[in-house]
């Protein structure tokens, strides 16, 4: 059974937006940071936002001002939404959980693909 459950991925024009929502289990959510990852063809994967349990968030320099991360502790669900849409930001998105205490563990989404046409 999947740990994360990420959706919201798709195809949208440059300048447009979409919203990536990542559910994961209780015992995950509430014990880990939170974080968005991509990977373009052909590179690494990145780190795009995080977001504690608290809710202090960093997100990468090359989408400050664009995307936001945000966590729904009552929904175990992490978002990050997307605003003006770049052909650069064209990856798969992973959500990735960073369990700490002493069930320490790191957890993976499927993916999911963003494709900006220009």
């Known amino acids: 059974q999947a740990q994360l459950v990420e959706s919201g991925g798709g195809l949208v024009q440059a300048g447009g937006s979409l919203r990536l929502s990542c559910a994961a289990s209780?015992?995950?959510?509430?014990?880990?940071?939170m974080a968005w990852y991509r990977q373009a063809p052909g590179k690494q994967r990145e780190l795009v936002a995080r977001i504690t349990t608290g809710g202090t968030t960093n997100v990468a320099d090359s989408v400050k001002g664009r995307f936001t991360i945000s966590r729904d502790n009552a929904k175990n669900t992490v978002y990050l939404q997307m605003n003006s849409l770049k052909p650069e930001d064209t990856a798969v998105y992973y959500c990735?959980?960073?369990?700490?205490?002493?069930?320490?563990?790191?957890?993976w989404g499927q993916g999911t693909q963003v494709t900006v046409s220009s």
């Open positions: 990735n959980a960073d369990r700490f205490g002493l069930q320490a563990e790191v957890f």
């Open positions: 209780r015992i995950i959510f509430s014990m880990s940071v």
